[in-house]
């Protein structure tokens, strides 16, 4: 155990972080305005799978922007149909998931090699090699991101009238804000980060995409933000602890001195109890905004 | 949630279906499959003859339960998705009894016992920590998920495995098994348990004053505070149901589904049964009667997907493409307006007296 | 008169036929139906192993025989006795092949209601006389790959060698036992050659899925660091991941080639990281499996049984030249690979191979030689206490 393998296990878990610290963050802009989306899980696979075509046609940053384009598309379906059509937010999350699970893996089926496609090396984003694994740019991106969300919504007027819309809509209804279009916005945007994590994992961090590419980690991002309180700075250190225990089970569970004292079963398991001791010891109590998760209707 | 009016939510039910299914068939055009005979085949493998039928019961059997689970939880104001690590307790707990051997009434019905009590063991501490530590239970039951996840590996793989086939569990023993209700398909027993439980589980919400608890605490929190409602006893109760309900499907799986009547490592027949139970909750506006159509539903779909696949060969995915629609529509309560020519269709008498009952006038 | 000469042409058209039939070869043997049913497990397609070879292979036949292949998925393990009852029930397969264990059940249980239909099923016994079962000796073509390893890890400088499992299931337990009889083995080997022994050790995890590759690329990376100088990919679609940790290190080094090198499994992916930086593949022969059944159905030899397919009968193979040449022109059908990068892929490897002294790869032959011949046997693994008790004899800790 020296210098260069804690360096790894480090750079291993910022790779971990950034999907959970992308998503969550887009997903705390759109609950301040009041719309939960369960959905992040669906839209993180689907624009993995976009990101990777976009990539294999036009280089890593078209993929991760078609990527972020498809999260914004989707989102703006949710949106419109938990704003204008009163939706009930569970349920088109819920059903996002689905479709994303059946279309991505339908799709797979068409592309090459049925049921799993490599990104070319074209395609494949260019990080900065280390000794200890490779740098990418994106971790950068996951960790400014939050920094700069939460000065949006906490410091500019325009994050006031979101957290506003998410409060108390009709306050802010008679205050002339425009609730169904605030929380459209809000809610498409932070679903372009959701695409932007999945981007992400299949250009850059993990380079393929299979059905199962996101492995829950949409959850474990609304989980974070949960967590959060919806303090974006808060998402980045959950991602970062989730991120950082995640890796270090795997990793310590290969030291031959690890697995003579106790199974791969339950070093496995450490991330998730350890999130939730976080969450029991720490955090405590979360509060969300008041008009959360019901569709807006003018008395 | 409001219930109102069973013929609107028919009518929407049917127009999110026939929008989830024009939407696979563009995609299956798409891609060169044909609609037409796809559609056939998956009605008929659905619901076309007996052996379809059983099949879709027999998909739609842990499906109620697990909707069950969300759905009382829902009721209640809460967020409970733990169902999955849940019934993965509870189907080895079931499993745990054939371990020993007792005479074959007694083993029934401690496999069922234990596997209920699982269920509500593990949900617990969901209930606790939201009542001690006031964390969110889509935090805990997320996590809680995976934990029992690898909980179970761990037990599948040392404590409960097969020691003559290490790829699994011991399998329930024989005479513990449900026995098959249509012999040459899957359909077991278990499909009345769950249609049984799904009753107790109405008759708990809508004729105890628990349920009626439940129902308020989650319509309006103030007022049934207010009205001397004590929110953690609810938040317990809640949980704890949920957690019998989960636990039972985690049973009624293993004991039910042949051919193996145990787990396999990596528990690939019982993974996800837990997120389907989350659909057919919603598809069943988290009421009971709603919950075993919309499981029938879905156990169509797969069913029938199958046998898609293997007539027409369109992948079995496509299923989950139409049901995600289907589910996306079905978030708009609206849809009827949408419509409006649609109201004007008067639906037989059968469900104009529950019309009578509902207090609330349509909008 | 019209009606006589009809009657007399009825008959005569008639008794063309019956002649006509009785005529026919094999006349004994019902008339092909025409379709083969692949059903593959939960893990499905595009592992560029396992359900891909066995996909192969039918895929193969079915255009060799001129027959259709029906390939049916699995979403989760409640469909496997559907799926075959079904494939079954339709009346229209000549032959049902399962791929994987996890259909075991199914099969037993279908091959029972349908005693008339053909089923074959991999890494599974079912006893019926409608069955053919194939099974492999995954811990004969295991033991080839240690044996590299240790070798080529003692070569290099590489303290351990290590080995990325899926979930702890007993086919693992083959690829697990045979890898550390190999690694033994190789590291005697070089003892005899270069006068110590290097006591190259084993790092082994079991990821705990297979379908999760990050894991297997944290998995890898941990091992890299803890400077492992050959991975053996035992979790399918994992590899992937575990390639990518390698091609990363590799880099970071300045270089485009290994060390450290990836070991494929089941398929021959060497041809995967450019053709220089997978060393080897542990080749199970699934695809041979398949064909073989298949053509046995459409000769009329087919029977039920079982058969194992080990070294000798080329069932399981260490990677070499042709299997590369084959397996490239499977990656390009997948537009994985194009035809100009196979030139310089091939003379990749060859480089990368021949970088490896002369010596190892005839004491790996040497090996192979000893276990065809029975001189060695290879142990093997069925359960976890059978699995502890290879552990414990062939422990390589440092």
């Not at chain 2, 019934?87 to 019905?109: C, D, E, K």
């Not at chain 3, 070798?151 to 899926?166: D, E, I, T």
Request: proline share 4%; aromatic share 10%.
């Amino acid at each position: 155990m020296n210098l260069s393998y804690l360096l790894g296990i480090l750079l291993g878990s910022l790779h971990a972080m950034v999907p959970i610290t992308l998503a969550g963050t887009g997903e705390v802009i759109g609950e301040s305005s009041g719309l939960f989306n369960i959905g992040l899980e669906g839209i993180i696979l689907l624009s993995a799978m976009t990101g990777a075509l976009g990539a294999e046609a036009g280089g890593p940053i078209v993929g991760l922007f078609v990527g972020m384009g498809t999260g914004f598309v989707v989102g703006l379906i949710f949106g419109l149909v938990c704003t204008y059509s009163k939706g009930v937010q569970l349920i088109a999350g819920v059903g996002i998931n689905l479709f994303a699970a059946g279309l991505v893996t339908f799709w797979l089926i068409h592309l090459g090699v049925p049921g799993h496609h490599t990104i070319a090396e074209e395609g494949r984003m260019v990080d900065i090699s280390t000794p200890f694994g490779d740098f990418s740019p994106m971790i950068l991106v996951a960790i400014v991101f939050p920094v700069v969300i939460y000065l949006l919504l906490f410091r500019t007027k325009l994050g006031l009238k979101i957290r506003a819309v998410g409060e108390n809509p009709q306050a802010a209804d008679v205050a002339g804000i425009k609730i169904h279009l605030l929380r459209l916005f809000s809610t498409a945007t932070g679903a372009s980060l959701a695409g932007l994590a999945g981007a992400y994992l299949s250009i850059d961090w993990i380079g393929s995409v299979t059905k199962e590419l996101s492995a829950g980690r949409g959850f474990i991002a609304l989980a974070t933000v949960v967590f959060s309180g919806l303090n974006p700075l808060l998402v980045l250190l959950g991602g970062f602890i989730f991120g950082f225990f995640d890796n270090l089970a795997v990793w310590v569970a290969t030291m031959p001195a690890v697995q003579q004292i106790i199974p791969w079963q339950f070093v496995s398991m450490a991330p998730y109890v350890v999130t939730l001791m976080v969450a029991a010891g720490v955090i405590g109590r979360v509060r969300f905004p008041a008009a959360m998760g019901v569709p807006y209707e003018r008395e | 949630m409001r219930f109102s009016g069973r013929t609107d939510e028919l009518k929407k039910t049917v127009i999110a279906a026939v929008f989830g299914f024009a939407v696979g068939a563009l995609t299956m055009m798409v891609y060169g499959y044909d609609p037409i005979s796809a559609y056939i085949a998956l009605f008929n493998g659905a619901f076309g003859d007996p052996y379809g039928l059983s099949e879709s019961l027999t998909n739609a059997t842990p499906f109620i339960l697990t909707a069950l689970t969300f759905a009382i939880g829902f009721r209640g104001g809460m967020f409970n998705i733990g169902a999955e690590g849940q019934l993965y307790l509870g189907a080895l707990a079931a499993v745990t009894v054939s371990l020993f051997r007792f005479p074959s009434g007694i083993s029934f019905a401690l496999s069922i016992i234990f596997a209920v009590l699982a269920g509500a063991a593990w949900s617990l501490p969901v209930a606790v920590l939201k009542a001690a530590r006031g964390v969110h239970e889509v935090i805990s039951t997320i996590m809680l998920n995976w934990i029992s996840r690898f909980l179970s590996f761990y037990l599948i793989a040392k404590i409960l495995v097969d020691p003559l086939r290490a790829e699994k569990t011991i399998s329930i023993a024989e005479s513990v098994r449900f026995p098959l209700l249509v012999s040459g398909t899957s359909l077991s027993y278990g499909i009345f348990v769950s249609l049984f439980a799904a009753i107790i589980i109405y008759l708990f919400l809508w004729r105890t004053v628990s349920g009626f608890d439940i129902r308020a605490m989650g319509f309006n929190p103030v007022a049934a505070t207010y009205a001397g409602i004590d929110k953690w006893k609810i938040t317990l109760i809640v949980f704890i149901t949920g957690g019998f309900t989960a636990g039972l499907a985690g049973a009624v799986h293993v004991m039910g589904r042949p051919p193996t009547y145990a787990i396999y490592s990596g528990m690939p027949s019982i993974q996800g049964l837990g997120f389907e139970g989350l659909a057919v909750a919603m598809i069943g506006r988290n009421h009971p009667i709603g919950i075993i159509f919309a499981a029938i539903f879905f156990g169509g779909l797969l069913a029938g997907g199958r046998m898609m696949q293997l007539s027409s060969q369109v992948p079995l995915e496509m299923v989950r493409v139409v049901e995600g629609i289907v589910v996306l529509f079905l978030a708009i309560p609206e849809l009827i307006q949408v419509f409006s020519f649609l109201r004007e269709i008067r639906i037989p008498f059968i469900f104009q007296f529950k019309r009578s009952q509902n207090k609330h006038g349509r909008r | 008169m019209k009606q006589i000469a009809s009657v007399m042409v009825a008959i005569f058209t008639v008794a063309l036929l019956v002649v006509g039939l009785v005529m026919t070869p094999g006349t004994a043997q019902a008339a092909l139906k025409g379709k083969v049913a692949l059903v593959v497990d939960v893990g499905g397609r595009g592992d560029l192993s396992f359900n891909d070879m066995g996909y192969k292979g039918t895929d193969k036949a079915a255009a060799d025989f001129g027959l259709k292949m029906v390939d049916i998925q699995s979403v989760s393990a409640a469909d496997y006795l559907p799926n075959v009852r079904n494939a079954a029930r339709s009346q229209s397969f000549d032959l049902i092949i399962a791929v994987g264990f996890l259909l075991t059940d199914a099969v037993a249980t279908v091959a029972k209601e349908y005693p008339d239909q053909k089923f074959m099923i991999i890494d599974s016994v079912v006893d019926a006389p409608n069955v053919m079962s194939i099974v492999f000796k995954e811990n004969e073509g295991s033991a080839l790959v240690g044996a590299l390893a240790a070798m080529v890890a003692a070569h290099y400088g590489y303290p351990y060698v290590g080995a990325v499992l899926g979930i702890e299931i007993p086919v693992l337990f083959h690829f697990e036992a045979g890898y550390r009889f190999g690694i033994d083995w190789g590291n005697k080997a070089y003892a005899r050659k270069k006068g110590t022994n290097p006591s190259t050790g084993l790092l082994y995890t079991y990821t705990g899925t297979f379908s999760d590759i990050a894991k297997g690329k944290a998995a890898t990376q941990a091992m890299l660091a803890q400077r492992a100088g050959l991975i053996y990919n035992v979790a399918g679609p994992l590899g992937i991941g575990d390639l990518q940790a390698i091609t990363e290190a590799i880099k970071a080094k300045g270089k485009e080639a290994g060390p450290p090198f990836m070991i494929g499994v089941d398929a021959n992916q060497d041809w995967m990281g450019d053709g220089h930086r997978v060393l080897a593949s542990m080749l199970k022969r699934v695809d041979n499996a398949c064909y073989n059944a298949t053509e046995a159905v459409v000769k009329g030899t087919f029977k039920g049984g079982l058969t194992v397919m080990g070294l000798d009968v080329k069932g399981v193979a260490m990677s070499n030249y042709p299997e590369l040449l084959t397996f490239m022109e499977f990656g390009i059908g997948a537009g994985k690979i194009t035809k100009q990068d196979k030139a310089n892929i091939v003379s990749n490897w060859k480089n990368m191979r021949e970088q490896v002294p002369s010596w190892i790869w005839n004491a790996v032959a040497d090996l192979e030689k000893q276990i065809i011949s029975k001189k060695i046997s290879v142990p093997n693994a069925n359960t976890l206490e059978e699995m502890k008790a290879v552990r414990t004899k062939y422990p390589l800790t440092k």
